[in-house]
């Protein structure tokens, strides 16, 4: 194959890879920590036996 036709297959796995990453960063929902979640997490306090 040609030097062009190396960095055309180049260029277009470069954009593809790069949408495909940037797809993925969006699609994905987070989703968001409710104030009631955290509040049933407490910090247990820790009773040294020594």
């Known amino acids: 194959m040609a030097p062009i036709s190396w960095l055309f297959l180049f260029l277009i796995f470069s954009i593809t ?9 969006y699609i ?4 968001p920590i409710s104030e009631g979640k955290s509040e049933k997490k407490s910090l247990k306090s820790l009773n040294w036996k020594w």
């Open 17 to 25: 890879f790069i949408m495909f990453n940037i797809l993925n960063y």
């Open 28 to 31: 994905f929902l987070y989703s």
